[in-house]
């Protein structure tokens, strides 16, 4: 048994970026399975394909279907996820020579996430840090923007890890309560070099990409860190476009707001089903509570090269 976010995964293989929780506990448990592709949703001929995500070049990275009450998520010649929210059963379907690190990384970073988001929970694409003050600093932005490099660089300059990509949010009141979904950094060789030095590497995100894994806490110190008061939001900086960020000569903070900032919010949220108009009014709702409680909102553009963060 495995903790991720606020909830507990009983995985039929091993998740070492993941905290091992006892098999007692109060939490709402995920069941994951693994098959091989041959019973995967090809076979299924009555699911429909009603959505894609693209990658920067074009291409399709996910597909989302549906068949009555139960989801698809289709990583193209990778895996297929087949989700029932009303079980809380999640399979995967491995497609030939699709090593069980993509595996995880698909399930922990983005079908999880999604889940999560399809029953309510507002889950953000962003990365979080809690400063030396006590107040954490949420950076939210697209794959590829520098949020891992961001938060990785605090946490070596004093910071607290919370999350390198995947947030959730609980409001009570205007107390907003952050919780991640795992401890730890994904990060390419140049900024792992430039941030950690000889820090020991626990292994490769997925077998298609070059960025490589950082467990920054053994579970011991997890446990201690989730123990600790004050997980508490008190400001959101919306990261720019590194293409544009990449002119200016120094770091540039200003403030954002209205729906500018309101609609760039909650374009970073996760969810499996964009075409539900009920669930994408409580996302609205949820992602509205934010600014309801006047926490503040900020466009950071910086230039990014490795020797300029700490001036952040």
């Known amino acids: 048994m495995y903790s991720i976010f ?35 949703a090809d076979s299924n001929t009555n699911i429909t394909w ?29 895996v297929d996820f087949e989700i029932h929210l009303d079980k809380q059963i999640i399979t995967g379907y491995r497609y030939s020579g699709t090593p069980d690190s993509t595996i995880r990384h698909m399930l922990l970073d983005q079908v999880i996430p999604r889940v999560l988001g399809q029953l309510g929970s507002l889950v953000l694409h962003a990365g979080a840090v809690r400063l030396e003050s006590g107040k954490v600093v949420a950076f939210i932005g697209d794959s590829g923007w520098g949020k891992s490099t961001l938060v990785s660089s605090f946490q070596q300059h004093g910071a607290e890890l919370i999350t390198d990509d995947c947030l959730m949010i609980e ?40 960025k490589r894994r950082l467990v920054l806490l053994d579970d011991e110190k997890v446990e201690a860190t989730k123990t600790r008061e004050g997980k508490y939001l008190v400001a959101i900086c919306l990261l720019s ?9 120094q770091v540039e903070i200003s403030e954002a707001g209205g729906a500018d900032a309101m609609m760039r ?15 994408m009014a409580r996302q609205f709702q949820q992602s509205g509570i934010l600014f309801d409680c006047k926490i503040p909102c ?11 963060l700490t001036e952040i």
């Open 6 to 40: 606020n909830i507990t995964l009983d995985s039929q293989i091993p998740m070492p970026e993941l905290s091992q929780v006892p098999a007692a506990t109060d939490k709402k448990v995920f069941t994951f399975l693994l098959n091989d592709f041959d019973q995967s």
């Open 50 to 78: 009603f959505h894609d995500w693209f990658d920067p070049n074009g291409e399709i990275n996910i597909s989302v279907g549906r068949d009555k009450g139960i989801y698809w998520l289709r990583f193209p010649n990778m």
């Open 171 to 210: 409001s009570n009141e205007c107390e907003i309560r952050v919780i991640p979904n795992y401890y730890g950094v994904r990060l390419f060789d140049d900024s792992i070099s430039a941030i950690f030095g000889d820090q020991e590497v626990s292994g490769d995100v997925a077998h298609y990409t070059t």
């Open 241 to 249: 476009d590194p293409d544009e960020a990449g002119k200016l000569e």
């Open 265 to 279: 919010l909650v374009a970073q949220t996760f969810v499996l089903d964009v075409t539900d108009k009920e669930l």
């Open 298 to 308: 900020y466009i950071l553009a910086y230039p990014r090269k490795h020797a300029r």
